[in-house]
């Protein structure tokens, strides 16, 4: 069974940084997407970030992109969000996801999430 852990949100001043955590087991296939979206109290949800597992192609979107981070670490089966010069509009619950194929986007597909870890950005 295919499980996420997501981990490491917090409260941070505006210009801060935190790194988010995505611990995965129970992958039996090599090809796959993590995905790190957030969403914002009356907000839909934002993808924010992709990786492949296979060869570590990453995606972002233009609202993190020069600012955020996704990096994978295989030996320990957890995808990172590096997250630098953080906004108030960075405020959300962040969710990790996984789809069975990685294609560059954040579209739909994520079919497995984790549960939220909550970011805060004071300003």
């Known amino acids: 069974e295919v499980q996420l852990q997501a981990s490491g949100g917090g409260l941070v001043q505006a210009g801060g940084s935190l790194r988010l955590s995505c611990a995965t087991s129970?992958?039996?296939?090599?090809?796959?997407?993590i995905g790190w979206f957030r969403q914002a109290p009356g907000k839909e949800r934002e993808g924010v970030s992709c990786?492949?597992?296979?060869?570590?192609?990453?995606y972002y979107a233009d609202s993190v992109k020069g600012r955020f981070t996704i990096s994978s670490d295989n030996a320990k089966n957890t995808v990172y969000l590096q997250m630098n010069s953080l906004k108030p509009e960075d405020t959300a619950v962040y969710y990790c996801?996984?789809?069975?194929?990685?294609?560059?986007?954040?579209?739909?597909?994520?079919?497995?999430w984790g549960q939220g870890t909550q970011v805060t950005v004071s300003s």
């Open positions: 129970g992958f039996t296939f090599n090809d796959y997407a």
């Open positions: 996801a996984t789809r069975t194929y990685y294609s560059g986007d954040l579209g739909s597909g994520y079919t497995l």
């Open positions: 990786i492949s597992s296979s060869d570590g192609s990453t």
